[in-house]
């Protein structure tokens, strides 16, 4: 599958400082953010959901919200509280846009 020729970027604001991260994804880009609870638990959102549970690592969290379509995710940086993933595959019909990934994660970021 052709990746959509027009990219986005985004700007990740974090609420505990005044200082912006920013990466650029195409729009068909599988998107992961993983962070920590306060109890060490992981928990993440990404293409297919984002989890209500804690998981006991990060690797198991990032399980439950992507599939093998999503292909292998390499890591864009710290955002704020959380770890942002890029897939090398693409999103698939049904899974979530990678707006509404950065828009339902932000909280936790």
């Known amino acids: ?13 974090t609420f505990s400082s005044v200082n912006a991260s920013a990466f650029t994804y195409y729009e068909d880009d599988p998107i992961v953010f993983t962070w920590q609870t306060s109890s060490g638990k992981w928990r993440a959102c990404g293409p297919i959901q984002c989890t209500s549970a804690s ?7 990032i399980y439950y919200i992507t599939d093998k379509g999503h292909g292998k995710l390499k890591w864009k940086g710290d955002y704020g509280k959380c770890n942002a993933y890029i897939g090398s595959g693409s999103i698939g019909a049904g899974d979530y846009s990678p707006k509404k990934v950065i828009r339902l994660a932000k909280k936790y970021c």
């Open 1 to 13: 599958m052709y990746k959509v020729l027009k990219l986005l970027s985004i700007a990740i604001i």
């Open 55 to 61: 998981s006991g690592s990060e690797k198991q969290a």
